[in-house]
């Protein structure tokens, strides 16, 4: 069966710190990956998706930047964290429509 | 361009009860899936159920069963038996042959003793 891990579940960085929250799933080939933000008590806004080994799509332009080197790993990185940064953090995976989440990682910049 | 447009941000229901959550959706496409989503206070987002555009039938799993009106464009669940459980934020989304899901702005559903 498939499963997804996303590590660190929780993270507390200061302003202008770099970031690096890694994803990785197993059971399945060549999915399609996705990062997805979400503040508090609010929806799900897509922020990269890749179909593939070093394709990465970019929905909004912002102080983040997405990687996958490897067909089942999907990293999301920042050089300099924004406090607009914070918040909860969900890597997907998707073979054919429907999506799978990871358990999310919880980011807060003081 | 496809949007979801799910208009209760809140609703609460007695345990035992039943719950209908709405989402509508508007596209030009003919063969599309949409989904329920839910998200518990834990944050997992799990998927609750799907539904074909091709299939007349609505889908159902378990409490949980949807109303789908294609010409309408609707897509309800609804949540019979209520749990406790079954408190959580719910995404309504919507999939076609791209890569990407459109969500909904959810809806959080509290559910009391």
């Known amino acids: 069966s498939q499963t997804i891990h996303q590590w660190p579940a929780t993270l507390v960085q200061p302003v202008g710190s770099p970031l690096s929250l890694e994803c990785t799933v197993e059971?399945?080939?060549?999915?399609?990956l996705y990062w997805y933000r979400q503040a508090a008590g609010r929806g799900l806004q897509l922020l990269f998706y890749?179909?593939?080994?070093?394709?990465i799509s970019s929905e909004v332009p912002q102080n983040l930047s997405a990687s996958r080197p490897q067909d089942r790993q999907f990293i999301l990185s920042s050089k300099k964290l924004l406090l607009s940064d914070s918040g909860f953090y969900l890597c997907?995976?998707?073979?054919?429509?429907?999506?799978?989440f990871g358990p999310g990682t919880r980011l807060t910049v003081l | 361009a496809q949007t979801v447009t799910q208009s209760q941000p809140e609703m609460s229901v007695q345990e035992a009860e039943t719950v209908t959550l709405s989402c509508t959706y508007d596209?030009?496409?003919?063969?599309?899936?949409l989904f329920w989503y839910k998200q518990p206070p834990s944050r997992q987002m799990i998927l609750v159920i799907r539904?074909?555009?091709?299939?007349?039938q609505n889908a159902t799993e378990n409490r949980f069963s949807v109303n789908f009106q294609k010409a309408a464009k609707s897509f309800s669940l609804k949540i019979s038996d209520s749990q406790l459980g079954d408190t959580a934020m719910y995404f309504c989304?919507?999939?076609?042959?791209?890569?990407?899901?459109?969500f909904g702005t959810g809806t959080r559903l509290q559910v009391f003793p």
């Open positions: 989304a919507f999939g076609y042959n791209t890569d990407k899901l459109i």
């Open positions: 890749s179909v593939g080994i070093g394709q």
């Open positions: 596209t030009s496409e003919n063969n599309y899936y």
């Open positions: 997907a995976w998707s073979v054919l429509i429907e999506q799978f």
């Open positions: 539904q074909e555009a091709y299939k007349q």
């Open positions: 059971g399945t080939s060549n999915p399609n």
